[in-house]
């Protein structure tokens, strides 16, 4: 065998397993798309062919392999990234600012307004549908909170759902109220599809193409792959982003590799057209697989619903109502396992969404009797507050720990608040790896930035450069060293997806890699800040800086 393409210079691997090995090779030979050999430059350049191609590293460069965002929203990323954005809004009033000025430009008085990224947390109050009168008046105004966990709603969007005080909550979700019973504006969990299926859906061909040039966009940040937790619907909230990911796949348009995951509500539908985790979604050589059913164990810690099993330290109760002081459950515990158990009988892996420890323990019962029953791994998502008890149970049941280290980014003044002594030892990675887990990084985008760098350097640093001096580390015991956090955006989140052969830069892997700055794994900042120059999947140049 003869290679086609040569890449020489400083190139982690990741091949190593201890803490602080990124095995490191001066070569790496690549024959149609995957690694042929990795080692010492004389060595590999005598595998070359005679028209092979070389890329050749500059001094202040190294190659890591591509990441992988296992948790990425990706129809909803897309789509955000064209609509209002209120995630940089430090103040209530700097949203209404924005919402005027938005509403403003719409020629269209019927036309509805969207957009996303409030958090009442940094705005020190819930958001009304009175202010939104104020903001774009008579105008029907839907905006998702920067979780994702809640629809911000105007009294003209409220009317066209037909919300009023008469509506009842509905299973798994919250509608903030008035003292006289009616809606104050914003609707938690699954009380948000009261308004959100009234919202006109989008054409597909309109959502494929925000997709395509979404992925584009993450290619410049050296994200390869994705995992999309929750594709499949058979809600309005958007046209269907699985059946726009099938076309791209289709038409050879996916700049990326995609597993696109099922709603519960799509359970039925998903086992009905024989779907089944880890199996091609389109072309068999093509870029889409099927991915997970996405269950949600609870809520939130901004929104106090993650189920916990002790009360929140702050104000107990101060969640929505009737959330409660220990939190709430949005899909029983009973009916996860139910869930799980028949989406296993049909070849379809389960992830979780488990924030709280009470609901973390609940989605370990429910997964661990069915983590060998399916092509992928079944997966706890986010995992920000474990209780010592259930922390050997992940390295035992084999069942995948899927992280947002971004989230102590945004959520550490809110879980010291919350959690109290709790908040010393969550987030808790060095424990995940600790306990043999396989850890998997992903962002969450859009419910937090979609650069995965920065997340990154939280996980090694456990702290923001944002955040004031006096802020103290944020556990720092959980902190872990950078070749781990790399082979949990590189190897375990390969690995989670069944993609033995991604994540590594050795002989037989796919040829997903790319050029970044050398100075990014030896300074956290630069590392905060790195983007690729090269961007290679399957040995093909996908991007260039």
Not at 76 to 86: G, I, K, N, P, S
Not at 133 to 155: K, Y
Not at 238 to 247: K, N, Q, S
Not at 456 to 482: C, N, Q, Y
Request: proline residues 6%; hydrophobic residues 50%.
């Amino acid at each position: 065998m003869t290679a086609d393409l040569l890449v020489i210079g400083r190139i982690a691997t990741l091949a190593g397993e201890a803490a602080d090995d990124l095995g490191m090779v001066e070569a790496i030979a690549i024959e149609g798309g995957r690694i042929l050999a990795a080692g010492r430059k004389g060595d590999v350049e005598s595998l070359a062919g005679p028209a092979a191609r070389r890329i050749v590293l500059g001094e202040d460069e190294v190659v890591i392999p591509g990441l992988t965002d296992a948790h990425l929203h990706l129809a909803d990323a897309a789509v955000a990234a064209v609509q209002l954005e209120l995630e940089t809004a430090a103040t209530l009033e700097d949203g209404l600012a924005r919402i005027r000025t938005a509403n403003d430009a719409l020629d269209d008085p019927a036309a509805w307004l969207r957009g996303g990224g409030w958090d009442a947390g940094r705005w020190g109050a819930w958001p009304t549908a009175a202010a939104l009168e104020t903001a774009a008046p008579g105008r029907r105004v839907v905006l998702w909170s920067h979780d994702l966990h809640a629809v911000w709603a105007s009294p003209a969007a409220l009317v066209a759902a037909d919300v009023t005080a008469r509506t009842p909550d509905p299973p798994g979700g919250i509608v903030r109220r008035l003292a006289d019973g009616a809606p104050e504006g914003v609707l938690h969990e699954d009380a948000t599809g009261l308004v959100t299926a009234h919202a006109p859906t989008l054409d597909g061909e309109r959502l494929a193409d925000l997709i395509e040039r979404y992925c584009r966009r993450l290619l410049a940040y050296g994200v390869v792959a994705a995992h999309e937790p929750g594709e499949l619907e058979t809600d309005a909230r958007l046209e269907r982003g699985f059946a726009a990911i099938e076309r791209l796949a289709a038409a050879g348009r996916l700049p990326i590799r995609v597993h696109a995951g099922i709603r519960k509500g799509a359970l039925e539908l998903a086992i009905a057209r024989g779907l089944r985790s880890g199996e091609p979604l389109g072309p068999a050589d093509g870029r889409a697989r099927v991915g997970w059913l996405k269950l949600f164990g609870d809520g939130t810690l901004g929104s106090r619903t993650a189920a916990l099993l002790e009360p929140y330290a702050d104000e107990p109760g101060r969640g929505a109502p009737p959330a409660g002081p220990l939190g709430t459950y949005v899909t029983e515990p009973a009916e996860m396992v139910a869930l799980a158990a028949t989406a296993a009988d049909a070849g379809i892996a389960t992830q979780i969404h488990a924030i709280g420890d009470r609901s973390l323990r609940a989605a370990l019962d429910a997964l661990e009797p069915t983590v060998t029953r399916t092509a992928l791994r079944a997966r706890v998502e986010h995992v920000q507050l474990v209780d010592d008890a259930d922390m050997p149970r992940f390295g035992s049941s084999g069942i995948v720990a899927s992280v947002q280290p971004a989230d102590l980014r945004d959520d550490a003044a809110k879980a010291r608040r919350a959690w109290g002594r709790r908040a010393d030892t969550s987030y808790p990675w060095a424990r995940l790896l600790a306990s043999g887990v396989t850890l998997a990084f992903g962002t969450d985008a859009p419910a937090a930035a979609d650069d995965p760098w920065p997340a990154l350097a939280m996980a090694v640093r456990r702290r923001d450069p944002g955040w004031d001096a006096d802020t103290p580390t944020f556990g720092p015991a959980e902190a872990i060293t950078l070749p781990q956090a790399l082979r949990a955006a590189c190897v375990g989140a390969a690995t989670a997806a069944g993609e033995i052969d991604r994540g590594r830069l050795t002989a037989g892997q796919r040829a997903d890699l790319l050029v970044i700055p050398a100075a990014a794994l030896i300074d956290m900042e630069a590392l905060r800040l790195a983007r690729p120059r090269l961007v290679l999947v399957d040995g093909v140049v996908a991007h260039e800086a």
